[in-house]
Structures are given as structure tokens and as C-alpha cells.
């Protein structure tokens, strides 16, 4: 019974794509999958939007939307209908085709990602032997969309924003391609079906995920690092940052374009923290082994929102960072470390099993993590806080 | 042929075209791209997969936003102010590259009859690859390796505002 | 015609329309994008030949291809700053008017 509530999603596939004749299945199987997550996302995106309102409300100590349905459920409707009735409006020196093609880049790149998500047991779109490879190749190309969308709309704000985003996005894609690169180290593959299948191991109750190794967590907080910077998320949103910057490369987008950006942001933010589950948190296997007759899909999204509440938390709590702060960060904090994390993870590997291979490892993350430190904070030349005040 | 690998080769010819013939250089840029991507199918489809993606990581997501954050940081968008995107000199150019491709036409079509027909389909794995850059190709891989620290380090001290002091 | 003469083709074309760029266009960068074209329609030529020769588990055509990418980005990266810095030196990027060695 348990296995049919894993697999039943897997089941209503093959029973909706039999009643197809022979020759439509191949296909059919691939377009009923792509509709399920082309429906699936974005409706989580939905809740995401009144989730993250309200949880923002409440850390901020206000209610948050509460006048479109019970609790601001219907708030996403609401805004849906604002979006798509609101008059299009682009500048008459806008660059016609690029302005148009900008969101239809981000949110098509952003789709492709979520094919190779493993989402439950069985459950990937495309099962790829570089899957990884391809899901970074895909990222890689929003970068180019928020530059058109800058550049596009001749103005002054939105290409200052446009560049910093690009700026602070390649700066941090090379975080996030090191630590995903100890992970695939580790696990023997770029494939993220055997990537999960290598953390589907439980000793004494408790599950092989790579974040409870000490490379493992330093990786994962570099990625959790990268991946709220890769997003243009609080506190790296300084590129759509409104009191700085209008809002960034989005400014002269209105209507439906807008609401494709703020789509493509979020469903960016979806599959980037569905990837880091996959690496680090062991993608769909339970927590404790007790527990695996919980259906898979059901841990892959717990994790998923998890790290979206998260996402939220962070952006309630912490003050923005300026550019060049992010920028000093990663380059002369996160990327060291992220190599550091290579090494250690090279070191865990062949050291075989016990406990001297957890001293020397968190030993020496810990020592780097510090080093670095020391050295970030005497270059910043923090002395006692001085006032001035308005005469 | 396959109607998909026209249909790609077309797309790739008309970036490539698009990206030398037009006068905006943003949008030559943004067309290039579109080679790029055109020619990463065109990897995929010779059954190349981590070439592929490479070369969209690469080139789509490193090259072609190099290009654009130079030509910006050039004012490069500007159309030059005494007209002419081409140069003097551009029948000589044309004829040169008109040239070259009617000798690489010649060649290939001529050698039609000693290419091979059709090959099984190759089972590469990523795998496979790692092997042999760590077994055959290590050597190759540690140069690649310092040229790219070489070139990284060059680029960025080529770039860098000079100090005041030094003039 | 056979799939490895098609793809040569495409490759021929695409090698003489990055010439032909770098060769008339007077903007320093587009001679950089017609560079980068001819690099990239030899990578072509290497996959096609790599895919239809007789021996592809030899890795040989994949392997330089890979490397081509590899120098072809560290060789846009430097030649791109060279012409940051002309720019900031000479303040254009018209290869017409960089004609004389006298700064």
C-alpha cells in the first residue's frame, strides 16, 4: 500500500498514457509530465507569494494580506488579475524585440531546469547522464535574460541594475559550481538520480545526506550562500533593491512582463533549492529510516518548502549587503572557502571510515572558516562607532 | 539529413550572419548568442552531450556576457560618427572569406566518396570522459589549467585602471 | 550528401562568415565575435569527425573540443581587456582609426 502511495503519481502517468493508442505513448508520456510541472509550479508559486507575505508581515510584526479570502488566501488570484489587466507599457526608445524576449528567456530557461529534479522515486522528467551539468548550463542563461531586460529598456537605472545583477550573479555561480563539484566528488556521477541514490543509506536510524558531513555542511552553507545570491534574493537584492534602484532591470516592465519576472524569480528560486536538496539534503529519502513509508514526493517538497521558508526568513531578518561588500564576499570569502571544501572532501574520501577523518575535517574547515575571517574583519578596519549628528 | 538538423543549421547560419552584418553591436552580440545556442544543438545531436552543455555554460553563460559587459563598458553601442560599420577595406575581406569557403566547399565535396557512411551511435559517458582527462589527456589538462590562471590573472591586470601616481 | 558532409559544410560556412566579420567590420569587438565564430566552427568540425570516424571511443575529437572552449574563453577574456584599454587610452574602438603606433 505504502509503494502505491510513493509511486502514484508514476501509476496515474502510465494509466492516462495507456489509454493513448500505441503510436501517441512516447510522446503523450513526455507532454504529460511537462504539463504536470507547468501546472504544479507555478500554483506553489502562487501559495509562495501569500506564504512569503504574511511570514514577512509577521517578522516585521504586522498581519500581512488579510482582506482576499480567509488568512489572504485568494491574494495570488487578486494579483493575477491585476497583472494581466494592467496596460503594457514600453518605452518608445526601448528596444522593441529584445524588451519582448527578455521574460520569455528567463521563464523558458528557468522551465527547463526543473526536467532533471528528481522529485520522487522514479520521478524525474530526464533522467541525463550530466544532469547536473545541464541544470547549470540552463542557469547560466538567465544571466543573459536580466541583462536584455536592463539593457532593453534604455534607462539609466535599469542597466546599472542589470549590470550589478550579472555582475554579483557570475560571481556567484562559481561558489555554487564548487560546492555542487564536492558533492558530485563524493558520489561518483553528474547524474542527480545516483547522486540521491548515493545518500539513500541509513545507519543507526540515520540517513548518509551529505550535509551531515563536515564538508557537507560547509558546502551546503556555501551553496545556501550562492543560491540567495543567484536569485537576486534578500540580502543580495541590491539589483532590485526599492529604495536604491527603482526596481533594477525591471523598471519598465509592467503588466504581464512583470509578472513573468516575478514568476521566473520565484519558480528560479523553486528549482535552485529542489537542486540543493537533491545534493545535500538526499533529495526525496526520509529523515530517520522509521520513516521511509511516507511517500517520497511528500520529503522532496518538505524539503523544497523548507528551504523557502528560509529563503523568507532571511529576507525579514538580515539588512541588505552593497555591492561591493558581495562582491569582496565572494570572491575573497566564499570562493576560498568553497576550494578549501574540495580538499577536505578529497581528504574525507580517502581516509576511509572512522573517526579521525571527522577531527581532521571539521578541523580544518573550522580553522579556514576562522582564518578567513580574522582577515575579512581586520580589512574592514572596524573601530568605535562614531555619530554625527545635523547641526 | 534530418529536418531537425536543417532547421538547426539554418538558425546557427542566420546568428552568425546576423552577428557580422548588423549595425547595433548589442544586438550583435544577443545574436551570436543564438549561434552559440544553435551550435550547442548541433552538439547534441552528434550524440556529444557533455560538449553541449559545456559549451552553453561556457560560451552562452561566460563569453557572450564578457562581450557585452565590454561592449558597454566601451560605449561600444554607439554608431560611429562618420558612418560605416564596415571598414574601407571590406570588399577585400569579403572576397577572402567568399574564398576560403568556396576552397573548404571544394575540399569536402570533392572527398565525398572516401568519408565513412554511418557509424553506430557512441556510448560516451561522463565517466568516460573524467578517465581520460585524469589517464591520457592529464598533461593537456594541467596546461589548460595555468593558462587559464595566466589568462585570468593577464586579463584582469590589462583591464585595471592604472594608478594615479604612475602617469 | 552524408550527415558528416552537412555538418562540414555548416562549419565551412560558419568559419567564412566569422572571417568575413573579422575581417571588414571596424568595431574591435565584432573582429573578437568573428574570432569566436571561426573557434567554435572548428569545434564543429572536431565533433563531426569525432562522431563519424572509426574509432569515437578514443575520446580524441571530444577531448580537443573541450580544450578549445576552454582557451577560447580565456582568449576572449584577454582580448577583451586589451580593448577595454585601448578604450580608456585612445577613447575608441575603431580599428581605423587605431592605425598608427604613436600613442
Redesign the interface.
Known sequence: MFETADQIFVLLKHWLVGLLPMALQPVAGVVLSVAAIVCFFPALFALTTVFERKGLGRIQNRIGPNRTGPFGILQPVADGIKSLTKEDIVPLSA?GA?HFLAPVVLVVAVFMGFAVLPMGRNMVLAD???GL??Y??????T??SV??AG?SSRNKYS?MGA?RA?AQM?SY?VALLLSSVAVVMIS???SLTKIVEAQNHYSYGLPHWYIFTPWGLAGFVMYAIATTAETNRSPFDLPEGESELVAGYHTEYSGFKFALFFLGEYLAMFSISGLGTTLFLGGWTAPFSFLTWVPSWFWFFSKLMMSIFVFIWLRGTLPRLRQDQLMNFAWKFVLPMCLLNLLVAGLWRFMGDGWLRWVICSAILVAAYVGLGWEEMRRMHIGARSYRYAE | MSFAFYLIAALTVAGALAAVLLKNTVHCALALTVAFAGLAFLFLQLDAQFVGFAQILVYIGAVAILVVFAILLTRGSETPKDGGIFSRTWLVGLAVAAAVFAMLGWAVLQSVAGLPRATPEPTVTVGDIGVALMGRYVLPLEIVALLLTAALIGAVIVAMHEKEGSK | MTPLTGYLLVAALLFAIGLAGALTRRNAILVLIGIELMLNAANLNFIAFWRYGPHPEALTGMMFAIFSIAVAAAEAAVGLGLVIAIHRHTHTTDLDQINRMKG
Open positions: 528596444d529584445v541525463m547522464d550530466a551539468l545541464f547549470f548550463a540552463i542557469g547560466a542563461s544571466e543573459l541583462f536584455m539593457w542597466l549590470m550579472v557570475i555561480e561518483g556521477s553528474l
